[in-house]
């Protein structure tokens, strides 16, 4: 199977995919990268490799929590550039003392 491009990105056809499924991820694990899949000179989707597939979603991860520390900074640099900052205590948002509080790990209100 020759190795066609869009960009620096190697594409197969859904033709391809019916024939050998595995080509494709054989050539996007030679590659170490995704494979276009193409319907009609549309892009129908990419193959991945597990392990390629496994990569991107821990970047994601790790991407996103960086932001939200990112966040969490300025956050805490605007706090402390106020005046007064007024702050709340469980006490005063939830009506009782920490130790009165109930908790259910299980429980998180959404279902």
Request: a negative charge.
């Amino acid at each position: 199977m020759a190795v066609e491009l869009i960009g620096n990105i190697p594409k197969g056809s859904i033709s391809d995919v019916k024939k050998s499924p595995m080509d494709i991820f054989k050539k996007a694990e030679e590659l170490n990268e995704g494979v276009y899949i193409l319907n009609r000179d549309n892009v129908a989707g990419v193959m991945l490799t597990q392990q390629h597939y496994e990569a991107l979603i821990q970047k994601i991860d790790d991407l996103e929590e960086e932001l939200l520390d990112y966040e969490v900074s300025l956050r805490l640099k605007a706090q402390d550039a106020q005046k007064d900052v007024r702050t709340f205590s469980l006490e005063d948002v939830m009506g009782k003392e920490l130790a009165e509080a109930e908790y259910d790990p299980d429980d998180n209100g959404w279902d």
